[in-house]
């Protein structure tokens, strides 16, 4: 049997009635983060240029942070880039990436055209995140280090893969959307910083998408697109750099989303950033650091995390968002980082500028490439009266369930995220029915609260959601 309809037939076997509460809870917890930070990204300005090429279809399909509503490909390609436009979405450690981005704006826009309960749904999410991270396990991380872009390449199967599962397909068809989303697979990491990283998880969410709804119509496609001689074993890795064995084996004994689960951010930027950022914090708090007695910040991490996080002088709002130098000069000016740190020309702040030239970036020493554990961070500082201080994080605080985001925390963050679109009433009865999504008779409603309690509602409109009786 083929790497394909193996997979397609595990994909297959996946209900909700067999999940085990724990992978439910934390079903929850991801679609609640990423509905929160699309929500925030929705009027980032690649959100916006994306949209204004991209989105002159009518369909049923919302738009995050609008009343409006398209074709559902166009829908999962938007609110796809939303959801990694801000780089505060979940992350997993398998994948080398993050897994809901990818996966839920398709669902949801699947969602849009037939009526799904919430059990459905968490299911079909479930399968998606289980189906890219076991993929990852086989390829990573030569495939993250090579240069690819996992969320993008490993995201566009769990989009295949979901939508596959929502949309009730056989494993011959499922298999086919998996082989179909081998060649719709990309992003490189060269455009790290840059617009072109969210726009990378909108084109997967839409190929996925895509992939299934193309082989529910008897689209084909190779059998053997994973193990072939030119499929993308080969292809994105290169012989000797990956392991089918390691897709397969123990599928779902654990699920991914329990371990090793997933990671949700604190901060919004990049997640190679946080165990620094957690190490200098605890310094600031202890020891009521302010810049003026710092003469001098070391940063150590990991060299897998140094390597598109050393950028001493970011050169945009986005490229501030993967230099470690910025990220640190922020928490040592105001003890936290939060969004309004990334917008605008905020990296251009004197005081910044001022502090950057004081802090250094380096790979841990004890830290080798060969090690599976590459979340960790160590920060050392040099007082101005002759202190040496250190402190060490083996990894960030929401880096996954052993060291999980307190719910008020969590529950604070969407709502943060939330009402830069919504109305404050809006965002609470969102945040609420994700609490009781494995109720939902029709996850529809989800999306026309969304719709309704926008802040820019009419403004950027053009067909209103249909009510739940059409």
């Given at each position: 049997?083929?790497?394909?309809?193996?997979?397609a037939?595990?994909?297959?076997?996946i209900?909700?009635?067999?999940?085990?509460?724990?992978?439910?809870?934390?079903?929850?917890?991801?679609?609640?983060?990423t509905?929160g930070?699309?929500?925030?990204?929705?009027?980032q300005?690649c959100?916006?240029?994306?949209?204004?090429?991209?989105?002159?279809?009518?369909?049923?399909?919302?738009?995050?942070?609008?009343?409006r509503?398209?074709?559902?490909?166009?829908?999962a390609l938007?609110?796809?880039?939303?959801?990694?436009?801000?780089?505060?979405?979940?992350?997993?450690?398998?994948?080398?990436?993050?897994?809901?981005a990818?996966?839920?704006?398709?669902?949801?826009?699947?969602?849009?055209?037939?009526k799904?309960?919430?059990?459905?749904?968490?299911?079909?999410?479930?399968?998606?995140?289980?189906?890219?991270?076991?993929?990852?396990?086989?390829v990573?991380?030569?495939?993250?280090?090579?240069?690819?872009?996992?969320?993008a390449?490993l995201?566009?199967?769990?989009?295949?893969?979901?939508?596959?599962?929502?949309?009730?397909l056989?494993?011959r068809?499922?298999?086919?959307?998996l082989?179909?989303?081998?060649?719709?697979?990309?992003?490189?990491?060269?455009?790290?910083?840059?617009m072109?990283?969210?726009?990378?998880?909108?084109?997967?969410?839409?190929?996925?998408?895509m992939a299934?709804?193309?082989?529910?119509?008897?689209?084909t496609?190779?059998e053997?697109?994973?193990?072939?001689r030119?499929?993308f074993?080969?292809?994105?890795?290169?012989?000797?750099?990956?392991?089918?064995?390691?897709?397969?084996?123990?599928?779902?004994a654990?699920?991914?989303?329990?371990?090793?689960?997933?990671?949700?951010?604190?901060y919004?930027?990049?997640?190679?950033?946080?165990?620094a950022?957690d190490?200098?914090l605890s310094?600031?708090?202890e020891?009521?650091?302010?810049?003026?007695?710092?003469?001098?910040?070391d940063?150590?991490?990991?060299?897998?995390?140094?390597?598109?996080?050393?950028?001493?002088?970011?050169?945009?709002?986005?490229?501030?968002?993967?230099s470690?130098?910025?990220?640190?000069?922020?928490?040592l000016?105001?003890?936290?980082?939060?969004?309004?740190h990334?917008?605008?020309?905020?990296?251009?702040?004197?005081d910044v500028?001022?502090?950057?030239?004081?802090?250094?970036?380096?790979?841990?020493?004890?830290?080798?490439?060969?090690?599976?554990?590459?979340?960790?961070?160590?920060?050392?500082?040099q007082?101005?009266?002759?202190?040496r201080?250190s402190?060490?994080?083996?990894r960030?605080?929401?880096?996954?369930?052993?060291?999980?985001?307190p719910?008020?925390?969590?529950?604070?963050?969407?709502?943060?995220c939330?009402?830069?679109?919504l109305?404050?009433a809006?965002?609470?009865?969102?945040?609420?029915?994700?609490?009781?999504?494995?109720?939902?008779a029709?996850?529809?409603d989800?999306?026309?609260?969304?719709?309704?309690?926008?802040?820019l509602q009419?403004?950027?409109s053009?067909?209103?959601?249909?009510?739940?009786?059409?």
């Open positions: 049997m083929t790497i394909a309809a193996e997979l037939r595990r994909i297959g076997t209900s909700f009635n067999d999940l085990p509460p724990e992978a439910v809870a934390w079903a929850k917890v991801g679609i609640l983060d509905v930070v699309t929500l925030a990204g929705s009027d300005a959100t916006r240029i994306v949209s204004q090429v991209a989105a002159h279809s009518a369909g049923p399909a919302l738009l995050f942070g609008t009343n509503s398209v074709a559902p490909l166009d829908a938007i609110n796809g880039t939303a959801a990694h436009a801000l780089d505060f979405d979940d992350c997993s450690d398998s994948m080398g990436g993050h897994p809901s990818p996966v839920l704006p398709a669902l949801l826009a699947l969602a849009a055209t037939r799904v309960s919430g059990r459905d749904f968490l299911a079909a999410y479930i399968a998606g995140f289980e189906t890219e991270t076991r993929i990852a396990r086989g990573n991380f030569h495939h993250y280090e090579k240069g690819w872009h996992p969320t390449t995201g566009t199967f769990g989009s295949a893969a979901a939508s596959s599962h929502l949309l009730g056989d494993a068809r499922t298999a086919t959307a082989s179909l989303a081998v060649s719709l697979a990309s992003g490189i990491k060269a455009n790290f910083g840059t072109t990283k969210p726009l990378h998880v909108g084109h997967a969410s839409r190929n996925g998408l299934a709804l193309l082989a529910a119509d008897g689209f496609a190779g053997e697109a994973f193990e072939h030119q499929g074993f080969l292809v994105f890795n290169g012989a000797g750099n990956f392991s089918a064995e390691a897709v397969l084996a123990d599928w779902a654990p699920l991914d989303i329990l371990k090793p689960g997933i990671a949700i951010k604190q919004p930027c990049c997640g190679s950033t946080h165990p950022i190490a200098l310094l600031v708090e020891h009521a650091l302010a810049p003026a007695m710092v003469e001098r910040v940063s150590w991490t990991h060299p897998r995390r140094l390597a598109h996080t050393d950028r001493p002088n970011p050169k945009s709002a986005l490229d501030a968002k993967f470690v130098q910025y990220c640190l000069a922020r928490a000016l105001h003890g936290r980082i939060v969004l309004e990334f917008e605008a020309d905020a990296y251009r702040d004197g500028q001022a502090l950057l030239p004081r802090i250094h970036a380096a790979a841990h020493p004890d830290m080798s490439m060969a090690s599976t554990e590459h979340f960790g961070g160590q920060v050392h500082v007082t101005s009266d002759g202190r201080l402190a060490k994080v083996d960030p605080l929401g880096r996954g369930p052993e060291k999980p985001l719910q008020p925390r969590l529950e604070a963050k969407f709502l943060d939330a009402e830069r679109a109305d404050a809006a965002a609470t009865r969102a945040l609420q029915m994700i609490g009781r999504f494995d109720e939902l029709d996850v529809g989800l999306a026309r609260v969304l719709a309704s309690g926008c802040r009419g403004a950027r053009a067909r209103p959601l249909p009510s739940a009786a059409e």
